[in-house]
């Protein structure tokens, strides 16, 4: 119980103050006037009876008032209104007339005070009556009484309703306190109402929130989120989301006071104004902090939120709701159960709006997500409003756009089949053009039409419509300088992709393609080599030169399946380095490096080369890799390699092979070493005799007498006449 | 390749079909043969067609798998309008 400390002097000082302002008489606060029964009681009580309408009317009941408590007698004479049917009208027990009862004497200040107030509401710039009255209104509301309390509680509303009385409240810490000690301890619904009300209306001004902080108002106005009454749901949402906004401190306050846990089950509520107000807590609350994103999650926010997007049409609530989960998709826990919760499709529905805001919010949390959505369904629609985006002259949506179309089409057969067939690369090839040296456009938009290019069954379609789309020159330009390393990756293998389809080798070469991917290739190998002895990967732009290493070889092996592409590149002094990326310790570098020597090695000066490099070992080793693709090019390019070779040479790869082949079969193994004379059976040089030459001579290369049986179906009865000798391997 | 025929092949049976699945394979995996290992393929007819259906079912090589772009590694400044 606060009371207002005051001298003995002061105090008789303003209540003379105020005896000249309103009163005549003396009340007999301070001089005990009243104590006394005499003539000027009367006067007193005259004029009591004048000026106030609610001085209790006598009655002869005298009995009945010694029979009521001091609490019910102090209601009566303050608020007659709230006599409850049935109780006595407390009577002034007057036996003569002007007779004061001691209850009527100890009311007499609050009556006053009420009076007071009631005066001071009519005159808004009196604030000192204000003050008088705020020590009072204090105790008032710490009283037993819950009656009391709720008026008291209702008459400091109405004083918040004027800004002279509102200042003079929030400049006392203990009124504060008491509103909020009344709000949090009250069962009375109306007293909630009004204590809620009066600091809600405190709330508007900066002194007013500091007040409120102080007093320990939030943990009580997270305790009132659970209240059943809309309205007082209403006051302490709007007051907190005041003090979030404007009151430094207030934010730790609330998630201390497990504010979070109350507000999530909100969202429910079906009031789009009050919603808004909700969900712009939750923003301020978790932005940047991780904890709350997680609290957030543990109490299905992401379910509510997006149930949110998807019904209401309200745009400010849209809007703040975008906000949240933009907010919440940058968590990795929060992310895939806001997709799980048909996020993305709810994004969706709000691209093509009028609200501008709305739709870059959207944006950014769908690019945030898309990593975590590449196997949701029912997004055809997203994918094509996308597409349309992608004609846009907004660096910000472009960059969405794009990034978003990238995540989407990743290892997803059906966008990437849905893409391309509503244009998708047409627009993405435009968007690339557009984006000149913004890379986080061009780099998913590149990485886009790599998706595209492979991997779906109109993967044919796209790398044709790259080309009728007239993208290759401005793709090729990308590997120029200055290189961004990430866009570089992305191009080299969307270039590798389009040389999939022949009729884009030509236009790839024209383009400058080769040069470009073996210079590339060159500086990234070089730059391998210098770090070789060092433990530590060279990153640039965050990509490692060894993935440039593998992307080039891989690109120019596609590009080799051109004879004149693989001319070209054998022409640059590109041997000598596919052979020694043989040796790579990176399986796809050696997967690729076999590949493209494969494809060289159809031409004879080329696999002369690559012969002439040493290249029989390290290929010798390959066969036995358990990559099939790896062990698959090495045979092949040994085959081609030792066409013009001594019979030692092509015996020694034949065993080879045979050896790698009959690895896991060490029981034919056997059966060859001891029915296959090797030494003396092999007889080569007779063969030699009818081994063509190498070349496209149009016979059957595989050394046996051409007799005509064996052009039929091989038969597997046919036996092996060890007089044959060992069939010639290509 | 496959390595687990049954016993009692001979080698040069065994070498013509490990030969045919090479090619083969070169074939699936999207590379060129030079027109007499396009002819051997067509003197062992009957081994291809054995081979065709013990190829491996998957693709063997398409290049670099897709991956995808974290965009979110960072919050962005949020302008309240």
Redesign the interface.
């Given at each position: 119980m606060m009371s207002m400390q005051m001298s003995e002097t002061e105090s008789s000082v303003k209540v003379a103050e105020w005896q000249q302002t309103y009163y005549a008489s003396d009340s007999g606060i301070q001089s005990g006037a009243t104590t006394v029964r005499d003539d000027e009681e009367s006067e007193y009580s005259k004029k009591h009876t004048v000026s106030s309408a609610t001085v209790v009317e006598s009655s002869s009941e005298v009995d009945a008032q010694y029979t009521l408590t001091r609490a019910q007698r102090v209601r009566a004479a303050m608020f007659p209104e709230t006599l409850v049917e049935g109780e006595a009208v407390l009577s002034t027990t007057q036996s003569e007339p002007g007779q004061q009862t001691n209850v009527q004497r100890l009311a007499e200040p609050s009556q006053l005070l009420k009076t007071a107030i009631v005066h001071l509401i009519n005159y808004q710039d009196d604030a000192d009556l204000a003050t008088r009255a705020v020590p009072e209104l204090t105790k008032l509301l710490a009283d037993d009484d819950q009656v009391v309390v709720n008026k008291a509680a209702m008459i400091v509303n109405q004083l918040t309703r004027k800004e002279a009385s509102r200042r003079v409240l929030m400049q006392s810490p203990q009124m504060v306190a008491a509103i909020v000690r009344a709000m949090q301890s009250t069962s009375d619904m109306e007293t909630a109402r009004a204590t809620a009300s009066v600091l809600h209306s405190l709330s508007h001004q900066r002194e007013g929130l500091l007040a409120i902080f102080k007093s320990g108002g939030i943990p009580a106005l997270v305790r009132m989120l659970s209240s059943p009454m809309e309205s007082v749901l209403f006051y302490a949402i709007t007051t907190l989301h005041n003090l979030l906004l404007h009151q430094e401190g207030a934010k730790m306050a609330v998630r201390l006071a497990d504010g979070l846990q109350r507000m999530v089950p909100l969202l429910k509520k079906s009031n789009p104004k009050f919603l808004a107000i909700t969900t712009d807590c939750l923003q301020l609350l978790s932005y940047g902090n991780q904890e709350s994103k997680l609290i957030i999650l543990a109490n299905g926010g992401p379910e509510s939120l997006v149930y949110i997007m998807r019904n209401y049409n309200y745009e400010k609530l849209l809007w703040t709701t975008s906000r949240v989960l933009k907010v919440l998709s940058v968590c990795p826990s929060n992310k895939p159960a806001i997709v799980d919760a048909g996020g993305m499709q709810a994004l969706g529905q709000h691209l093509t709006g009028s609200s501008q805001r709305l739709i870059q919010n959207s944006l950014w949390t769908l690019r945030n997500l898309s990593d975590a959505a590449t196997k949701q369904e029912g997004l055809d629609g997203l994918l094509q409003i996308l597409v349309s985006q992608l004609g846009s002259d907004d660096v910000n949506m472009l960059t969405c756009a794009t990034g978003i179309l990238s995540n989407l089409t990743c290892n997803n057969a059906r966008n990437k089949a849905l893409v391309t067939q509503c244009g998708g690369v047409e627009a993405l090839i435009h968007a690339v053009l557009r984006a000149g040296e913004k890379e986080d456009v061009a780099e998913p938009a590149v990485c886009a039409l790599r998706h595209l290019t492979s991997r779906h069954p109109d993967a044919e379609l796209a790398q044709n419509a790259v080309r009728l789309h007239y993208g290759i020159p401005a793709i090729v330009k990308l590997l120029g300088q200055p290189h961004y390393w990430p866009i570089v990756k992305a191009t080299i293998g969307l270039i590798r992709n389009l040389a999939l389809c022949p009729a884009n080798q030509a236009p790839l070469r024209e383009a400058g393609a080769i040069p470009r991917l073996v210079n590339l290739l060159l500086k990234a190998h070089q730059d391998t080599q210098r770090h070789a002895s060092s433990a530590q990967q060279t990153y640039q732009d965050g990509v490692r030169m060894e993935e440039i290493v593998e992307g080039c070889t891989g690109a120019l092996h596609i590009l080799a399946r051109d004879p004149i592409n693989r001319g070209e590149i054998a022409s640059m002094q590109t041997i000598p380095l596919f052979v020694q990326l043989l040796y790579s310790y990176v399986e796809n570098v050696k997967r690729v490096a076999a590949g493209v020597l494969c494809e060289l090695a159809l031409d004879k000066q080329s696999a002369e080369m690559i012969d002439a490099e040493g290249a029989s070992a390290p290929l010798m080793e390959l066969l036995h890799s358990t990559n099939e693709g790896i062990a698959t090019y090495a045979a092949a390019v040994l085959f081609r390699i030792s066409e013009d070779k001594s019979s030692d040479y092509r015996k020694r790869v034949s065993v080879e092979l045979t050896h790698s082949l009959f690895k896991h079969d060490p029981a034919a193994w056997e059966l060859a070493h001891t029915s296959v004379p090797l030494e003396a059976g092999y007889m080569a040089d007779e063969l030699d005799g009818a081994y063509p030459p190498y070349g496209y001579a149009d016979i059957p290369m595989d050394g046996l007498p051409l007799d005509a049986d064996l052009h039929e179906a091989y038969m597997p009865d046919m036996g092996y006449d060890p007089r044959q000798g060992y069939p010639e391997p290509l | 390749?496959n390595?687990?025929?049954a016993?009692g092949?001979?080698?040069?049976?065994?070498?013509?079909q490990?030969?045919v699945r090479?090619?083969l394979?070169?074939k699936k995996?999207?590379?060129?043969l030079?027109?007499?290992?396009e002819?051997?393929l067509r003197?062992?007819?009957?081994?291809v067609h054995t081979q065709m259906s013990q190829l491996?079912q998957h693709?063997?090589?398409?290049?670099?798998?897709?991956?995808?772009?974290?965009?979110?590694?960072?919050?962005?400044e949020?302008r309240r309008?």
């Amino acid at each position: 119980m606060m009371s207002m400390q005051m001298s003995e002097t002061e105090s008789s000082v303003k209540v003379a103050e105020w005896q000249q302002t309103y009163y005549a008489s003396d009340s007999g606060i301070q001089s005990g006037a009243t104590t006394v029964r005499d003539d000027e009681e009367s006067e007193y009580s005259k004029k009591h009876t004048v000026s106030s309408a609610t001085v209790v009317e006598s009655s002869s009941e005298v009995d009945a008032q010694y029979t009521l408590t001091r609490a019910q007698r102090v209601r009566a004479a303050m608020f007659p209104e709230t006599l409850v049917e049935g109780e006595a009208v407390l009577s002034t027990t007057q036996s003569e007339p002007g007779q004061q009862t001691n209850v009527q004497r100890l009311a007499e200040p609050s009556q006053l005070l009420k009076t007071a107030i009631v005066h001071l509401i009519n005159y808004q710039d009196d604030a000192d009556l204000a003050t008088r009255a705020v020590p009072e209104l204090t105790k008032l509301l710490a009283d037993d009484d819950q009656v009391v309390v709720n008026k008291a509680a209702m008459i400091v509303n109405q004083l918040t309703r004027k800004e002279a009385s509102r200042r003079v409240l929030m400049q006392s810490p203990q009124m504060v306190a008491a509103i909020v000690r009344a709000m949090q301890s009250t069962s009375d619904m109306e007293t909630a109402r009004a204590t809620a009300s009066v600091l809600h209306s405190l709330s508007h001004q900066r002194e007013g929130l500091l007040a409120i902080f102080k007093s320990g108002g939030i943990p009580a106005l997270v305790r009132m989120l659970s209240s059943p009454m809309e309205s007082v749901l209403f006051y302490a949402i709007t007051t907190l989301h005041n003090l979030l906004l404007h009151q430094e401190g207030a934010k730790m306050a609330v998630r201390l006071a497990d504010g979070l846990q109350r507000m999530v089950p909100l969202l429910k509520k079906s009031n789009p104004k009050f919603l808004a107000i909700t969900t712009d807590c939750l923003q301020l609350l978790s932005y940047g902090n991780q904890e709350s994103k997680l609290i957030i999650l543990a109490n299905g926010g992401p379910e509510s939120l997006v149930y949110i997007m998807r019904n209401y049409n309200y745009e400010k609530l849209l809007w703040t709701t975008s906000r949240v989960l933009k907010v919440l998709s940058v968590c990795p826990s929060n992310k895939p159960a806001i997709v799980d919760a048909g996020g993305m499709q709810a994004l969706g529905q709000h691209l093509t709006g009028s609200s501008q805001r709305l739709i870059q919010n959207s944006l950014w949390t769908l690019r945030n997500l898309s990593d975590a959505a590449t196997k949701q369904e029912g997004l055809d629609g997203l994918l094509q409003i996308l597409v349309s985006q992608l004609g846009s002259d907004d660096v910000n949506m472009l960059t969405c756009a794009t990034g978003i179309l990238s995540n989407l089409t990743c290892n997803n057969a059906r966008n990437k089949a849905l893409v391309t067939q509503c244009g998708g690369v047409e627009a993405l090839i435009h968007a690339v053009l557009r984006a000149g040296e913004k890379e986080d456009v061009a780099e998913p938009a590149v990485c886009a039409l790599r998706h595209l290019t492979s991997r779906h069954p109109d993967a044919e379609l796209a790398q044709n419509a790259v080309r009728l789309h007239y993208g290759i020159p401005a793709i090729v330009k990308l590997l120029g300088q200055p290189h961004y390393w990430p866009i570089v990756k992305a191009t080299i293998g969307l270039i590798r992709n389009l040389a999939l389809c022949p009729a884009n080798q030509a236009p790839l070469r024209e383009a400058g393609a080769i040069p470009r991917l073996v210079n590339l290739l060159l500086k990234a190998h070089q730059d391998t080599q210098r770090h070789a002895s060092s433990a530590q990967q060279t990153y640039q732009d965050g990509v490692r030169m060894e993935e440039i290493v593998e992307g080039c070889t891989g690109a120019l092996h596609i590009l080799a399946r051109d004879p004149i592409n693989r001319g070209e590149i054998a022409s640059m002094q590109t041997i000598p380095l596919f052979v020694q990326l043989l040796y790579s310790y990176v399986e796809n570098v050696k997967r690729v490096a076999a590949g493209v020597l494969c494809e060289l090695a159809l031409d004879k000066q080329s696999a002369e080369m690559i012969d002439a490099e040493g290249a029989s070992a390290p290929l010798m080793e390959l066969l036995h890799s358990t990559n099939e693709g790896i062990a698959t090019y090495a045979a092949a390019v040994l085959f081609r390699i030792s066409e013009d070779k001594s019979s030692d040479y092509r015996k020694r790869v034949s065993v080879e092979l045979t050896h790698s082949l009959f690895k896991h079969d060490p029981a034919a193994w056997e059966l060859a070493h001891t029915s296959v004379p090797l030494e003396a059976g092999y007889m080569a040089d007779e063969l030699d005799g009818a081994y063509p030459p190498y070349g496209y001579a149009d016979i059957p290369m595989d050394g046996l007498p051409l007799d005509a049986d064996l052009h039929e179906a091989y038969m597997p009865d046919m036996g092996y006449d060890p007089r044959q000798g060992y069939p010639e391997p290509l | 390749m496959n390595r687990e025929e049954a016993p009692g092949k001979s080698p040069e049976e065994m070498y013509i079909q490990q030969k045919v699945r090479v090619l083969l394979m070169l074939k699936k995996m999207g590379s060129n043969l030079t027109p007499s290992e396009e002819a051997f393929l067509r003197n062992y007819a009957g081994v291809v067609h054995t081979q065709m259906s013990q190829l491996p079912q998957h693709p063997i090589d398409q290049g670099a798998e897709d991956v995808v772009m974290a965009f979110s590694r960072s919050e962005t400044e949020d302008r309240r309008q």
